[in-house]
């Protein structure tokens, strides 16, 4: 398949035509209408050196909050109230994070400053959601990621303490379920991820839910 070039034009290329790995296309800007746009049609972004890459995979990464795993040492954790959880009190803090802290067998991140530019901006217009882990009055943990309707697109997340970060997810997928959530893109796979009931299925089957749960713009 072509590796498709994206110009000025606010388009995409059918995601059918993304290469086997779902690479889809390279080029373009992370202005709001080009993110919306992009998630809308389910395609996120992510960085390779200076370029800008566009990804839509098959098969897709997804968890479907009923189907959340809560294991016996996390409910343990929350009886104990070790950590405390907030929702959009501190984006540009878990952004932040999430750029700089290391993660294991990555020597750099994709997100750039361009990135927490976009995605801030995303944040202050109401689509850009974070969820914080606090123990003490510190931010140790969160995660960031877009919402339209009721899909939730996770990007990122970070950890400063141990747990911390399952900690924030658990919650905040439990806050989004109460809310009507239907489903959470994890766009790739991580066992990490796996181990909280996060599943593959095909694309086909993942555009037929955004289309079933996506609001207009």
């Known amino acids: 398949m072509p ?24 080029g373009g800007d992370l202005s ?37 795993v809560v294991s016996k040492s996390m409910r343990s954790i929350f009886k104990k109230n070790i950590f405390t959880f907030t929702a959009n009190q501190a984006f540009e803090e878990v952004i932040g ?5 290391p993660r294991k067998g990555q020597t ?11 995605y801030t901006e995303l ?26 309707g009721k899909v939730f697109f996770g990007e990122s997340m970070f950890s400063n303490a141990s747990n911390a970060s399952k900690f924030a997810f658990i919650s905040y997928v439990q806050k989004l379920q109460a809310e009507g959530v239907q489903l959470i893109d994890c766009q790739v796979y991580t066992e990490h991820l796996e181990s909280l009931g996060a ?16 609001e207009p713009m």
């Not at 750099?108 to 976009?118: H, L, M």
């Not at 974070?130 to 877009?146: P, Q, R």
Request: proline fraction near 7%; aromatic fraction near 12%; include cysteine.
């Open 108 to 118: 750099s991140t994709w997100i750039t400053d361009e990135v927490k530019a976009a």
């Open 199 to 214: 599943q593959m299925i095909p694309r086909r089957r993942f555009l037929q839910l955004l289309d079933q749960n996506l």
């Open 123 to 148: 944040h202050k217009k109401g689509y850009a959601h974070s969820a914080e882990t606090w123990h003490d009055g510190k931010l140790v943990g969160g995660l960031y990621g877009v919402r339209l």
């Open 32 to 68: 709001t209408e080009r993110l919306l746009l992009a998630y809308q049609s389910g395609i996120f972004p992510w960085y390779e050196g200076e370029h800008i890459l566009w990804w839509c995979p098959d098969p897709r990464f997804v968890l479907f909050p009923e189907n959340l």
């Open 97 to 101: 994070n999430c750029k700089r802290v």
């Open 3 to 26: 590796l498709f070039s994206i110009n000025k034009e606010l388009v995409f290329p059918p995601v059918e035509l993304a290469e086997p790995d779902g690479l889809l296309a390279v």
